[in-house]
C-alpha cells in the first residue's frame, strides 16, 4: 500500500472490517443493497501521515442528500461564530477582502462573515446542505473544491486572503489537489487554516470511531507540516481545540512568507517525545481498542441479560463504526435518538437500529442511554439532567467503557 500523500511505504495498525457508509442513514425497506467496504488505518513510513487503506468514492458520500448539519450542536455554532470573528478581525487585507471556506455545510460560519457584509464564498459539493447555506445569505458554489475549481473561483473572484475548512480537509484524500488549488487561489500573504480531529487525542482518549469512511486522514503536526512543504507551504502556526473530542487548528502559509509560532515546534517535540507516529505506539492503540469493544459488548449483552432499556443518544457518523465494529444492533440498543430530520425515520447503517427525534429519548426515559455523540457530552447531559434525575445512566465507551449518572 502507498502512501495518498507522498506514495511512501504503508503500514497497517487498526483494522475495524466490513463497513457501511456512515452518514448512509437506510429507508426501511429500501430493497438497494448497502454500500460496503474495509475499513482500516495505516501510518506512512516518510511523511508520517495516518489515513484509511481503502477510498470511498467521494460522490457515495457528498451528494445531495447528505445528511450532517454543523449547526446541529450549540456549542459548535457558538464555535463557529468565533471563527468567523477572528477570521475578519486578523486575516483581512485591503479594501475589498475574500474568504472562502471549503465544506461550509449548511453555512454556520459563513453566515456571520455574510453578516458582516465581507464578500465570500463557501464552497460545498453536498446540494442539500448548501442550499441550507444558501438560504441563510451565504454564497455557496456547488462543487468539490480542487485545483481546477481554485482556478476558476480565483479567475472569477480574485485572490482570497484566507481559505479556511473545519472537519473536510481530513475528508479529502486528493489533497495534493486541494494544496496546488489553495497556492493559487491565495494572495501572497494569504493563508490556508484548517481544523481537524487531532491524532494524538485520537489515540491518547482511545476515540476509535473517528475513523470512518469520511475521514481518510489522521493528522498531526509532523504529518501536516511534511504535506504542506510538498507544494511550498509552512506550518506557521497550530492550536489544540476542545470541540469534537480534541482537534487541532493548522495555519499554513507559503514558505517564508510567516515564522512558525513557538506552538509549532512544541506540538512537534511533544509527537516526538511520545512517539505518536511510531507504529508501535499505534498498535498499542489498536489493542486497546479491541479490549473496548469487548468490555462495551460484554456491558451491553449483560444488560439486556437483565431486561434493562437501552437507547443511543445521538446517530452521529462516528457511531457507524462502533456499532457494526461491535456488532450492536436493535437486539441490544432499542433505537438512537437524534435532532437531524434527515436521520429520523431511518436505520442506522449496517447496524439497522431505529432513529428517532429527540422527544422519543424521555417517552418513557431508558435506564441506561449509549452515548455516540460522546464529543458533545457536556452539551447533551446540561440538556438531559432530567434523565439522569429519573435514575438513567449514560454509558461512554471512550477512553474505556464507563457509566455516568445515578
Ligand atoms: N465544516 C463543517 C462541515 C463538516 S462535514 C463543520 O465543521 O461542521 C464535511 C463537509 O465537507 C461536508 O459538508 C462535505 O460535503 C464537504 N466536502 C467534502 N469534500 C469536499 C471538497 N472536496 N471540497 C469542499 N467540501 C467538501
Ligand atoms: P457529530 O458528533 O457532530 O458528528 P459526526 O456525525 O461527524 O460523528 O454529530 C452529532 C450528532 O448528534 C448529530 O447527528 C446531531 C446529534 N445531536 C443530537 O441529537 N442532540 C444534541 O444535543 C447534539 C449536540 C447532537
Ligand atoms: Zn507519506
Not at 484566507?162 to 491565495?186: M, Q, W
Amino acid at each position: 500500500m502507498e502512501c495518498r500523500v507522498c506514495s511512501g511505504k504503508l503500514h497497517g495498525f487498526a483494522d475495524f472490517g466490513r463497513q457501511p457508509l456512515s452518514d448512509h442513514f437506510v429507508l426501511p425497506g429500501d430493497p438497494a443493497p448497502e454500500f460496503f467496504f474495509h475499513l482500516a488505518v495505516g501510518v506512512c513510513e516518510d511523511c508520517s501521515m495516518a489515513q484509511l487503506l481503502e477510498e470511498v468514492p467521494r460522490e457515495r458520500m457528498f451528494h445531495e442528500s447528505y445528511p450532517y448539519l454543523s449547526s446541529g450542536s450549540a456549542v459548535m455554532r457558538e464555535h463557529f461564530e468565533g471563527v468567523a470573528k477572528r477570521l475578519l478581525a486578523t486575516e483581512l487585507t485591503g479594501p475589498d477582502p475574500f474568504v472562502v471556506e471549503l465544506g461550509c455545510n449548511d453555512g454556520t460560519m459563513l453566515k456571520t462573515v455574510a453578516d458582516a457584509g465581507v464578500r465570500h464564498l463557501g464552497v460545498e459539493p453536498s446540494g442539500g446542505v448548501a442550499d441550507l447555506a444558501a438560504a441563510r445569505g451565504v454564497r455557496v458554489r456547488k462543487d468539490f473544491f480542487e485545483a481546477g475549481v481554485a482556478a476558476a473561483v480565483r479567475a472569477a473572484d480574485g485572490p482570497a486572503d484566507v481559505i479556511y475548512a473545519a472537519n473536510t480537509l481530513c475528508h479529502i484524500p486528493y489533497v495534493d489537489s486541494i494544496l496546488s488549488g489553495a497556492d493559487a487561489l491565495l494572495r501572497p500573504g494569504g493563508v490556508l487554516v484548517f481544523e481537524d480531529p487531532y491524532l494524538g487525542d485520537i489515540v491518547t482518549r482511545r476515540s476509535f470511531d473517528q475513523i470512518y469512511d469520511e475521514h481518510f486522514y489522521f493528522f498531526c503536526a509532523a504529518s501536516v507540516r511534511a504535506m504542506a512543504r510538498r507544494h511550498g507551504f509552512e506550518l506557521v502556526d497550530v492550536e489544540r481545540l476542545p470541540v469534537h473530542g480534541g482537534e487541532v487548528r493548522y495555519t499554513l502559509a507559503r514558505r517564508g512568507a510567516r515564522t512558525p509560532t513557538p506552538a509549532v515546534a512544541a506540538l512537534l517535540a511533544e509527537e516526538e517525545a511520545r512517539g505518536l507516529t511510531e507504529l508501535a505506539t499505534l498498535r498499542d492503540f489498536a489493542a486497546r481498542v479491541a479490549a473496548n469493544r469487548d468490555d462495551l459488548v460484554a456491558l451491553l449483552t449483560g444488560l439486556r441479560d437483565q431486561g434493562a432499556r437501552v437507547y443511543g443518544y445521538g446517530a452521529t457518523a462516528k457511531s457507524a463504526t462502533v456499532l457494526n465494529y461491535c456488532g450492536i444492533g436493535p437486539d441490544l440498543v432499542a433505537f438512537v435518538c437524534d435532532t437531524t430530520p434527515a436521520k429520523q425515520g431511518r436505520l442506522t447503517p449496517g447496524s439497522h437500529i431505529p432513529v428517532r427525534g429527540p422527544e422519543a429519548f424521555a417517552d418513557p426515559y431508558p435506564d441506561y442511554a449509549l452515548l455516540l455523540a460522546w464529543n458533545h457530552a457536556e452539551e447533551i447531559m446540561a440538556k438531559e439532567t432530567a434523565f439522569r434525575e429519573a435514575g438513567g445512566r449514560w454509558i461512554l465507551y471512550v477512553p474505556e467503557v464507563h457509566l455516568v449518572g445515578a
